[in-house]
């Protein structure tokens, strides 16, 4: 079955210093696979996705991620933090397999990210 | 502006009063789902709709019922609500292809006494 691993529910990093969160996907076929954010009291925000055209993904606000089919892994980063960047993150991947079984997005379970001044 | 419309966005009400929750789309998007986030599960899809007059259950359905009347609606009811529906509850759509991401409307925290 499709799943995602979040490592580290909670990451917190110092004000201009590299933001990496990880993400480990699970498929059996070829993924489609999506970054949200989720600032407090609002819906999630697509931060950018991979969906099989270039591997590095550049998205908004400064985010990219890499998809390393070999290491079923699918990373954001972002070179210098900011403070507007505190929101908890979310991975999210979808396939043919999913799509049907209700075109359902398999979420990880989120990581919260602080940055501290 | 392209955007997902919940209401309320909060409410708080008792057990058993029957509610709705409205959804609203501008995007023409085809496909249409309702998610509810719960501490440490995560998000778990509850209805979802490949276009109108097309609903299925998701993976938690039990006491929720929707409608898909019009292309741009997908209300989300629950006719008796119980304390195991207080929840965050998200409504999606997208343009209807596995490799299109949904997009999210800002969400409606439900607690239900």
């Known amino acids: 079955a499709q799943s995602v691993t979040q490592l580290g529910s909670h990451v917190s990093v110092s004000e201009g210093a590299l933001v990496l969160l990880r993400c480990n996907y699970s498929?059996?076929?070829?993924?489609?696979l999506f970054w949200y954010v989720q600032y407090p009291n609002q819906g999630l925000q697509l931060l950018l996705k991979?969906?099989?055209?270039?591997?590095l993904v550049k998205g908004i606000n400064g985010f990219e991620a890499e998809f390393k089919k070999s290491e079923t892994s699918f990373h954001l980063t972002k070179p210098s933090a900011h403070m507007s960047d505190a929101a908890e993150y979310f991975c999210?991947?979808?396939?043919?397999?999913?799509?049907?079984?209700?075109?359902?997005?398999?979420f990880g379970q989120g990581t919260e990210l602080s940055v501290k001044p | 502006e392209a955007q997902v419309t919940q209401n309320p966005r909060y409410l708080i009400t008792v057990t058993g009063k029957k509610l709705t929750v409205t959804c609203s789309q501008n995007?023409?998007?085809?496909?249409m789902s309702w998610y509810r986030q719960d501490p440490g599960l995560g998000l778990r899809q509850i209805y979802y709709?490949?276009?109108?007059?097309?609903?299925d259950k998701g993976d938690v359905p039990e006491g929720y019922k929707v409608s898909r009347k019009e292309k741009r609606n997908f209300p989300l009811i629950l006719e008796s609500p119980s304390p195991n529906q207080t929840s965050l509850y998200f409504c999606?759509?997208?343009?209807?292809?596995?490799?299109?991401?949904?997009?999210f409307g800002d969400g409606t925290r439900l607690s239900i006494l």
């Open positions: 498929s059996s076929v070829p993924p489609y």
């Open positions: 709709s490949m276009n109108v007059e097309v609903t």
């Open positions: 999210a991947v979808s396939d043919l397999i999913s799509w049907n079984q209700g075109g359902k997005l398999i």
């Open positions: 999606a759509s997208s343009l209807g292809r596995v490799d299109q991401p949904q997009h």
């Open positions: 991979y969906t099989s055209a270039a591997t």
């Open positions: 995007m023409n998007h085809e496909y």
